[in-house]
């Protein structure tokens, strides 16, 4: 039947004729066969151009016709699988296919929708079929977006659809309860749907040099869009199916233009004056994820508009965890990695998939990501669709691209748990293999770097090394440089010996200040604050140029303190984990301090600050952080055997205003007076640190002599249980760590001698008595050893 397909699209316009061609294209709809395509490739390229030129007609009659109607459904639903199926035809033919070549057919396809005042004109509905197929194509071919058509028609959208008062009101339609069915008109799912599609395929293709920012858009649609999802999530199960097209698409819209802005958070600034305000937008995305019954369609190989809700409401989280000023309100909430693990194990869509693993492993911790096993099913999930992906004609999986894949797996490659894995699978000459094509795997390559036994499996790789070590002209970036002198960094082994020209005595800078760039604004205020203080500071403002790692390990070599600017950019960045692993090679001082409300050190930044004294400059007021710090850079550094003696009263007057912190050959001098209760705060902090009560000095911030005496009796009298609880909550509370019992232990005979040897003191001073009650019926709780 389909042998005289060529003889009937030549004699089109004849009904008979289009039905006969309806007829072969409804057989091919069911048989998906290739061969197809490739023997009436020309055929159906006239049809499609036809079609296009026959939507431009002033006329609408044909539209009324049933012969009509129905070849326009039947040949968009055959381009939509040309869209999601023959995995064997190339996106440069689907193209051809697919996107118009002619902009005068577009401009005069608008004229007609403008001269349209009915609202459920079928004309609209036709032509939203054809437009919506452009945008699906786009989505999985981004490589198509600076097609002259493609950019043709999604100004024209923005312009006359979107940025204009009548998108408003449709959308101010929706954002009144309850909705009803009379609102989702033609016309008006093709300014929310289709409108909306088109423009959010486009902006996520990265667009260039187009009209409006992503500034400009989210102000537009943001306040009524914010209110709509709100308002809604609050009764999905009420949701009419127009109801969940239209918050499907503005959804996927909305994280669109935040993907296009670029930096992260930005969005949130512009649409939330307050992170409480975000945080109930985020529990409306939450409540999409929650919702039990969308979780049926994911085990359907069939997309619908579930489907896509779900996968772009994931991706919105994906933005929101990569964004360090809200990443902790998704922390905040226990039960969502359950639903997160439960929407994985259920979905058939890798996409989603990809999306779950990479919003788990932004939210848990290294441990509690090793407890639920997910660095090893994360990573063998990954590599499994990426080898199929690399090794597909198209470079995709399942309609998913590489650059997705390997933005997904960016994330993951800063996971200690992932490195590992990924070193124990041996999936590093994968990497190899594909990073000329896809140079963003050099940055995953320098995340993975920092693993001893990745550091093994590149050093063994020649050709790699030799490429590394004499780039070819392809790597003439200076961000990829940046990344290559990174990588050979970490392959280095003898940075501890490093030569140097200094000696200690001939430091040219007292600090060096550790920092992302992201977090440079307070940066710049700290800096000024201690240059007024007179410190010799070196800091990086203007991004390093030239070999940045040499340039980073002269000035750790030429500094005696380091302090480390902590924050979840901090984290996240190969730069700033270089840099504090060789100061801390080097045995700097290091001084943590804390810049994000809510953030809690984790990973690698962990293991290197976790029994350091911080200061959190989210706790106090700025001048009070500066003064800690100040303190916290003039304390003693502890030498290796970490030996203290206590002052008596007549050293410390002999002293006068000498620097409290003496050198000797065998042990240091901390001058603190020989009275407890004559302590302050500082004083409690040297004595605890230089007897290696790191854990419980954190516990115990800002007691003073008077504070510590009240502690020890309160030990001594209560049950041995009964503290070990009370002060186990403390410590998960403050330090996020469990109580060590052998700092406990620890302490309290060091108390004991130091009441011993504190000469009696009297005082009319009332002391304040410990409130047990609130802490009397707390559970018990284990204690880790450590």
């Not at 700097?588 to 804390?594: A, D, F, Q, T, Y």
């Amino acid at each position: 039947m389909a042998s005289n397909f060529d003889l009937l699209v030549t004699q089109l316009p004849v009904d008979a004729n289009l039905r006969e061609i309806t007829s072969i294209l409804k057989n091919q709809n069911s048989v998906l066969e290739s061969s197809f395509i490739s023997e009436f490739y020309q055929s159906i390229l006239f049809l499609e151009r036809w079609t296009w030129q026959l939507f431009g007609k002033n006329s609408h009659q044909d539209f009324q016709q049933s012969t009509y109607f129905d070849f326009f459904q039947t040949l968009a639903l055959f381009n939509k699988n040309l869209v999601f199926h023959y995995d064997t035809i190339n996106s440069v033919t689907k193209a051809t296919v697919i996107i118009p070549d002619t902009i005068e057919w577009i401009n005069d396809i608008f004229t007609q929708l403008a001269n349209i005042i009915d609202e459920n004109d079928m004309y609209i509905y036709i032509v939203s079929m054809w437009f919506d197929n452009l945008s699906l194509f786009l989505f999985d071919n981004p490589e198509h977006e600076t097609s002259p058509t493609i950019v043709h028609i999604n100004r024209c959208i923005a312009q006359n659809y979107i940025m204009t008062d009548q998108y408003k009101f449709y959308l101010s339609q929706l954002a009144q309860p309850p909705v009803s069915q009379t609102v989702f008109t033609v016309k008006q799912l093709f300014y929310i749907k289709t409108c909306s599609l088109s423009l959010s395929s486009y902006l996520f293709a990265k667009a260039q040099d187009f009209l409006y920012t992503s500034s400009d858009i989210l102000q537009h649609i943001g306040p009524h869009y914010i209110q709509i999802i709100i308002l809604h999530t609050q009764t999905i199960e009420l949701w009419s199916s127009s109801l969940l097209t239209c918050i499907t698409h503005l959804i996927s819209f909305f994280v669109s233009c935040c993907w296009w802005g670029g930096e992260k958070g930005s969005h949130i600034r512009i649409l939330f004056s307050n992170e409480a305000k975000a945080g109930v937008y985020i529990d409306a995305l939450i409540r999409i994820v929650e919702h039990k019954p969308f979780r049926q369609y994911l085990s359907s190989q069939q997309s619908s508009d579930h489907t896509i809700l779900l996968d772009r409401t994931l991706f919105s989280l994906i933005n929101i965890s990569q964004n360090q000023e809200m990443i902790w309100f998704l922390r905040s909430k226990p039960m969502l990695p359950d639903v997160l693990i439960e929407l994985a194990e259920t979905s058939v869509y890798d996409k989603i998939c990809l999306c779950i693993f990479s919003i788990l492993a932004e939210i848990l911790s290294n441990e509690r990501l090793k407890e639920l096993k997910i660095p090893d099913s994360a990573s063998s999930y990954f590599f499994r669709i990426l080898e199929h992906a690399w090794n597909h004609p198209l470079k995709k999986f399942k309609q998913i691209p590489i650059y997705f894949i390997l933005k997904i797996y960016i994330t993951l490659s800063k996971i200690d748990a992932i490195q590992q894995t990924t070193a124990n699978t041996n999936k590093i000459p994968l990497l190899i293999e594909m990073c000329d094509e896809y140079p963003m795997i050099f940055d995953i390559l320098w995340a993975l770097s920092f693993n001893h036994d990745v550091q093994q499996q590149l050093r063994s790789n020649s050709s790699f090394m030799t490429k590394l070590n004499h780039p070819p002209k392809e790597y003439d970036n200076e961000q990829i440089r940046k990344i290559v002198q990174g990588i050979l960094w970490n392959l280095e082994t003898t940075h501890k010996d490093r030569a140097t020209s200094l000696t200690s005595d001939e430091k040219m800078f007292d600090i060096m200040i550790s920092y992302s760039h992201k977090d440079e604004v307070i940066c710049r205020k700290i800096y000024d604050e201690l240059i007024k203080t007179g410190y010799r500071i070196w800091i990086d403002f203007d991004q390093l140029h030239g070999n940045v790692m040499d340039a980073m390990a002269q000035a750790i070599e030429r500094s005696n303190a380091i302090v480390i600017c902590m924050s979840e950019e901090y984290r996240r960045s190969n730069y700033c984990r270089a840099e504090a692993h060789y100061a801390f090679q080097r045995q700097l001082k290091m001084v943590p301090i804390l810049l994000k409300e809510h953030y809690q050190p984790d990973g690698w930044l962990l293991f290197l600050v976790g029994q350091l004294f911080y200061i959190d400059f989210t706790k106090y007021e700025f001048a009070q952080a500066i003064e800690m710090l100040n303190k916290e850079l003039k304390a003693p550094v502890i030498n290796d055997f970490g030996l203290l003696r206590i002052c008596s009263k007549e050293e410390i007057e002999s002293a006068g205003s000498a620097t409290p912190l003496c050198a000797s050959t065998t042990s240091s001098v901390l001058i603190i007076p020989k009275h407890l209760h004559e302590w302050n705060s500082t004083h409690v902090q040297d004595w605890m640190i230089a007897h290696d009560l790191l854990q419980l000095s954190r516990v115990f911030a800002n007691f003073d002599g008077s504070s510590l005496i009240h502690m020890y009796e309160f030990i001594e009298k209560l049950d041995p249980q009964q503290v070990v609880t009370m002060l186990q909550d403390d410590s998960v509370r403050r330090t996020n760590q469990n109580l060590s019992l052998v700092e406990l232990s620890h302490f309290r005979s060091l108390m004991k001698q130091q009441m011993q040897s504190s000469p009696p003191f009297s005082s009319t001073r009332k002391r304040t008595k410990l409130n047990l009650n609130k802490w009397k019926h707390k559970p018990l709780v284990s204690c880790q050893i450590i």
